[in-house]
């Protein structure tokens, strides 16, 4: 039995030699069989050589079902290394195959970490979002994600009073309820009316 890209040995070398005056003797298309006898190998060996890889290390063509390989191509192909060569090119591209399937390999792994980390984190936002929705007073940072806008702007808001809120030391306290009558308004709420707001629904900050 052989592996893919084995060829078998026989008894005698494989015939290399260099030598133009016995190439005159074949024909200009070859048989498998006679492929085999002039490289001393068996028809298996010349066969196999035609399915590795689709044949690419091996010069043939097919008529039907039928293999042929061409005298000059054949000549030249003995020329540069024949059998010893064939099996370098395919040694050399089972290596690049296999670096290929690695590296495709470690990109779908990464892929896969990636999808996973970015999974993680969706989940960890909608958690924090839930957790926003029960609150009923915010800070700025928090105030900020609710709103999906920067801090900077939470500021503005908070300075120019479009937004209820009162201060605790340094801190700022934004009722979620101030929050939702800025949006709901358009930002068009006076300082009064979302106080009013705020009273309506008794939310103590």
């Known amino acids: 039995m052989f592996l893919a890209g084995e060829v078998e040995e026989s008894q005698d070398e494989p015939y290399t030699e260099e030598n133009d005056d016995l190439y005159f003797d074949l024909p200009p298309i070859l048989t498998v069989k006679e492929a085999a006898e002039f490289l001393r ?11 590795v890889y689709h044949g690419k290390f091996f010069p043939h ?15 030249e192909w003995i020329k540069n290394g024949g059998i010893n060569n064939y099996k370098e090119n395919v040694a050399s591209e089972d290596s690049k195959r296999h670096t290929q399937k690695v590296r495709e390999s470690k990109a779908e792994n990464m892929a896969k970490s990636l999808s996973k980390n970015e999974n993680s984190k969706k989940f960890e936002t909608k958690e924090h979002e839930k957790k926003l929705e029960e609150k009923e007073v915010l ?6 994600k609710y709103l999906g806008i920067s801090t900077a702007k939470i500021s503005q808001l908070l300075k120019d009073e479009k937004v209820l809120y009162t201060k605790r030391d340094t801190r700022y306290i934004i009722p979620k309820i101030a929050l939702d009558t800025y949006i709901n308004s358009k930002g068009q709420v006076s300082w009064q009316d979302q106080v009013k707001k705020y009273s309506e629904h008794k939310c103590r900050i």
């Open 41 to 51: 190998v068996s028809t298996h060996t010349v066969y196999e050589m035609c399915r």
């Open 61 to 75: 063509f097919k008529i039907g079902n039928q293999i042929k390989i061409p005298r000059d191509k054949f000549v």
């Open 139 to 144: 800070n700025k940072k928090e105030a900020s």
